[in-house]
């Protein structure tokens, strides 16, 4: 259960940071295809993927919720070290997905998967940053929608592996009023702040229905594919896996590096793959 609960954490706070990918995340823990099964499967065996999907789904809660303002503050103090964590993070979990297809034959489908899907990464990253203020979101109809359709995206970028659903609503440009209006909502629940906790609540509730109904489309067709489509389905992960350290660089600004920063760094790198390694065993 504990450790459920800590990899559910790193998926949820890995979602909340643009470029680094809540599926490749999910990967690396050993857990993205017991977790597409049970969320495909959540109605049929009930009780069986509850008790996969609740450890991980609380951990997730905790991470974006929890130490949305730890992550914060590493960023804005830490900004390499962080990112080279993360980076061990995603890098940790490759040698279990290339277990999965070393037994068949690189052909060429499985270079041309690769390539495109490493190639979507990479380009939507070095589009860079868009997010404008697509405004405070203020709770009306109009925005209601716009909000739903906007979880329904980004939900299904957060469970692609390698796709960085925080990255997305930077380009769709909502990422800013989102992460603002989830600390504005932790502060008046801080504050005991109705009026705050109301406001906050109106926002979010018709984002996080677009994101679980997103999260349940887009699984479903995940399945789907992995079963007609197996090796083509891991030759595209491993694509948007490696693609991920280079949107990471891409989408940070990397010009205060200096000796300390890169032994630092080179520290936080090794833990994030022994961590991602440890969590990923069974």
Known sequence: MLKSILKGMVIGIANIIPGVSGGTMAVSMGIYDKLIYSVTHLFSEFKKSLKFILPIGIGMILGIIG????????????????N?????????????????????????PHVLSFLVFFGI??????????????????FNLVNCIILFLIGIVA????????????MVLMLLGYYNSIIETINNLIRSLVDFNMS?????????????????????????????????????????IIGLIIASPFAIVLMNDFSGIN??????GAVCL?????IAYKLGEE
């Open 67 to 82: 130490l949305s303002f730890l992550i914060e503050l590493l960023f804005d103090h830490f900004p390499i070290q962080t």
């Open 84 to 108: 080279l964590f993360f980076i061990g993070l995603i890098l940790g979990g490759l040698p279990a997905i290339f277990a999965k297809v070393k037994s068949q034959p690189i052909r060429l």
């Open 121 to 138: 990464v990479v380009g939507m990253a070095a589009i860079g940053e868009v997010d404008k203020a697509a405004g405070i979101l203020n």
């Open 155 to 166: 939900a299904a970028t957060m469970v692609i592996p390698g796709v960085s659903g925080s």
């Open 196 to 236: 705050g906790i109301i406001q906050g609540v109106l926002v979010l509730v018709p984002f996080g229905i677009g994101v679980v109904v997103g999260i349940f489309a887009i699984a479903k067709l995940i399945e789907i594919i992995f079963a007609k489509f197996p090796y083509l389905a891991y030759w595209a």
């Open 259 to 264: 000796l300390v920063a890169i032994l630092t």
């Open 270 to 274: 090794v833990a994030g793959c022994f």
